[in-house]
């Protein structure tokens, strides 16, 4: 299941919200995004690395990376040093941006269908559909309210949370090795898929 999300995940950001009326609805900051991140892709007179440069911004700006590391450690963050949570926020945010890199360049325009959007308070979920030749595809894009601009701190596709994925996916290795054995690994998790980058290769 992993494997779909790597397909589908980052394809949200490039998408959706095309209804909303204001920027000060959870659609509506993620539309601006979204039209942000295309002008990027189309602009040819950016390379490769610079259209990833000023995505990656974008991307930082609409995610709450430590909200999404809180609850993907679970009860380790408690456990964890001020410095161990700030290297995994790092590390964990960085990991996200190489992993999805291909999948947000490879974006081809599929149909997409604005669902629903349901405000509780301080957070919210947008529904989304991807509509590709063969399928549909259901994206429930969580986000919550900081100080008055929504950032997402969960993506669920098909019903597969990206959270309790990688919550899953760290814990064994934080119970064999540690928090030092896990920011260990994510950290050659992002470098090799840097050196993929570099040489021009999309990592397996």
Avoid at 63 to 82: E, G, H, V, Y
Avoid at 126 to 149: A, L, Y
């Amino acid at each position: 299941m992993l494997g779909r999300i790597a397909v589908f995940i980052c394809s949200f950001l490039l998408i959706a919200n095309l209804t909303a009326d204001t920027f000060s609805t959870p659609t509506g900051q993620v539309r601006d995004s979204v039209e942000r991140v295309l002008k990027i892709l189309k602009d040819t007179t950016l390379d490769r690395d610079q259209k990833w440069e000023k995505i990656g911004v974008i991307i930082n700006e609409r995610f709450d990376f430590r909200s999404m590391s809180q609850s993907i450690l679970a009860t380790n963050w408690k456990r964890a040093t001020p410095e161990e949570r700030e290297k995994f926020v790092e590390y964990f945010s960085q990991y996200i941006e190489e992993t999805y890199r291909d999948k947000i360049e490879a974006y081809d325009n599929q149909e997409i269908r604005f669902v629903d959007e349901k405000i509780y308070g301080k957070r919210a979920l947008v529904k989304m559909m991807i509509v590709t030749e063969n399928t549909e595809i259901p994206i429930d894009f969580r986000v919550k309210d900081n100080d008055g601009e929504w950032y997402s701190y969960d993506v669920v596709i098909e019903g597969v949370s990206l959270v309790n994925n990688y919550r899953n996916t760290f814990a064994t290795i934080l119970k064999n090795e540690g928090m030092d054995g896990l920011l260990n690994d994510i950290s050659r998790r992002v470098q090799k898929y840097k050196e993929k980058q570099a040489a021009g290769d999309s990592p397996g």
